[in-house]
């Protein structure tokens, strides 16, 4: 099982970037994925999540400009990002919790995808 993130990139101050991650393999279903971040010389933080059954939590910090959503089907989770700001900097990473004999499950992360906001 991995999980590949796409996305990201170099954005201006309110504009928008939209990042994918999608988990691959076999024997596995999803209990949650989302997103997390890390800024140089600061600690991984929560970004947002999403469960398969559509519950969503997020960082204070990102409500009301990032929207995170999933397709089930596909395994993939998606985090739109608008509004931008030069404090989004960060890398992105992407995180999922896969059943592999529920309701035992285990935590998987994606590789980091970076994501830069000029002022």
């Known amino acids: 099982v991995q999980l590949q993130a796409s996305g990201g990139g170099l954005a201006q101050a309110g504009g928008s970037l939209r990042l994918s991650c999608a988990a691959s393999?076999?024997?596995?279903?999803?209990?949650?994925m989302g997103w997390y971040r890390q800024a140089p010389g600061r600690q991984r933080e929560l970004v947002a999540t999403?469960?398969?059954?559509?519950?969503?939590n997020y960082a204070d910090s990102v409500k009301g400009r990032f929207t995170i959503s999933g397709d089930n089907v596909k395994n993939t989770v998606y985090l739109e990002m608008n509004s931008l700001k030069p404090e989004d900097t960060a890398a992105y990473y992407c995180?999922?919790?896969?059943?592999?004999?529920?309701?035992?499950?285990?935590?998987?992360w994606g590789q980091g995808t970076l994501v830069t906001v000029s002022s």
């Open positions: 999403i469960t398969n059954g559509g519950s969503t």
């Open positions: 995180k999922g919790g896969l059943y592999y004999s529920f309701p035992y499950y285990r935590d998987y």
């Open positions: 393999g076999s024997g596995f279903s999803v209990k949650y």
